[in-house]
């Protein structure tokens, strides 16, 4: 039989992933000393999906500063020891035949919070507890972000550290093994704050048109291009959902759309991108359509109208869905969040699923005896 396009090899630059069945970004709020450095549980979480057959492993949204964090639990790469510690963790997945990338990210105006675990209170997390004050591209504060004291505009001097900072941590990522680095500029953090007209209105060079908007994404882009040669992803936000019937908030039109990442992925592919991982919203309230692969057009969109090699995410369960997916060209690769968590092997049954041979299949010896006879 031929081999299902699920398991058909990828390549993202120099990089050769070995399907096309990844791990989204997830954070894990489990640093518990708060200092940025992961820990027995990064290694064996991470460790037991590249097991599970997975070819791409991104880990979670990792800060590029202390206070590009979302909450003082979450993993950093802004100093020497975080990324030694990441490299125990590369170094399995490595060895487990997967590829590792790290997803780079400032939280901007959401950052500073308390972890998004059952039970916690949805709070900002205050100086004397190890909290810090948010930037962004304005002092405003988002939609369902009431709880946040304050938030600090950036001066000139602010974005250019924001911009050295995502490139340090690319050199780091490098030294920590990772194969691929993803900029994170999705979900309502600092990178979608400036692009999306609905939270930047600044009116100098970084904000205002298109251009000025996108300019700082497209900054962070370059300065990592310089220090980094490996495999090199964005994450977007193809849409805000904002041009529904969304009645009861404050927007109702006029945000970043399918249109606009369409031609942000050209010019991202102009500044050395590889892969445009294509999820939405999290700027804004919104009345968001939600159901099984509902991002999946927009991922298609930016394909299409740019030629760029895309992943989908949201809601991809079955492994009959992820493979339509990709034999039917509506992105090149999936990837898999909450599946992932409840399920690390998922690779390997959609394997049998759909057919691959097991010693085809991405089996860990040692996992053998698993095998569907």
Known sequence: ??????FRPIQLGSLTVRNRAWVSPMCQYSVEQRDGVVNDWHLVHYGSLAAGGFGLVVVEATGVSPEARISPWDAGLWNDQQATAWRRVTDFAHAQGAAIGVQLAHAGRKASTNRWWPGEEARN?????GGWTPVGPTTERGAGEEFTSEVQALDEAGIQEVIDDFAAAAVRAKEA???????????????????SPLSNTRTDQWGGSWENRTRLLLA????IRQVWTGALAVRISATDWTDGDWTDGDWTDGGW???????????????GVDLVDVSTGGLVMARIPVGPGYQVPYAEQVRSESGVVTSAVGMITEPEQAEQIIAEGRADAV??????????GWPLRAAHELGLPADQAPWPPARWRGVWR
Do not use: K, N
């Open 125 to 129: 997390i205050p100086a004397d507890e």
């Open 257 to 271: 759309d399918g249109e606009d990442s369409a031609q942000l992925a050209i010019e991202l592919r102009e500044h």
């Open 1 to 6: 039989m031929s081999t299902p396009a699920l």
């Open 220 to 223: 962070v882009v370059d300065a």
């Open 177 to 195: 093994g990772f194969d691929l680095v993803e900029v994170h500029a999705a979900h309502g953090y600092l990178l979608h704050q400036f692009y």
């Open 335 to 344: 990837m898999l969040a909450r599946q992932a968590l409840r399920e690390p």
